[in-house]
């Protein structure tokens, strides 16, 4: 019994210490509605894990680094985060821009982003991207020596 008992135990410290150093690598997302990317990225900040940003992430995706702790996350060569207000469809089925949700996702951001933002005249209906030199500026580097699983 003795035995059994020392191995569950084990095998519940392996399980723990795999759990907290999962990744989720974020690679090419173009967003889409805020409601999910919130909800998505609030149960990704309970679990733990680590972001590694390896490629585009575009719009409501950006939302991560107002969600997921700052420590959390990391940037690769390859990264590119695109922001733009917010919208919703009109009644003649364009896109109409949301004041409300755009003052919203802008205040999720941490400040430094906020900052470049508005360097570049605020959230608009034209994307701009953070990238290079500036990204890496404003978060630490990661390198893919890590498994990462893709959160699409």
Not at 3 to 24: N, R
Not at 62 to 90: E, Q, R
Request: charge should be positive; proline fraction near 3%; charged fraction near 15%.
């Amino acid at each position: 019994m003795k035995v059994v008992t020392g191995l569950l135990a084990a095998v519940l410290v392996m399980g723990h210490v795999a759990a907290s150093h999962a990744v989720v690598r974020i690679g090419e997302d173009r967003g889409g509605r805020i409601g999910t990317y919130v909800d998505k990225y609030q149960n990704l900040r309970n679990s733990g894990q680590s972001v590694i940003i390896d490629g585009l992430c575009a719009s409501a995706c950006t939302i991560v680094l107002g969600a997921v702790p700052h420590d959390k996350i990391c940037v690769t060569s390859h990264a590119a985060l695109g922001f733009h207000a917010a919208w919703d469809i009109g009644s003649d089925g364009q896109a109409v821009t949301n004041p409300e949700a755009t003052h919203m996702l802008y205040l999720m951001y941490p400040s430094a982003v906020r900052r470049w933002i508005q360097q570049r005249g605020g959230l608009t209906r034209r994307m701009i991207f953070l990238r290079g030199r500036q990204l890496a500026d404003m978060y630490r580097p990661c390198y893919l020596d890590a498994q990462a699983s893709s959160a699409h």
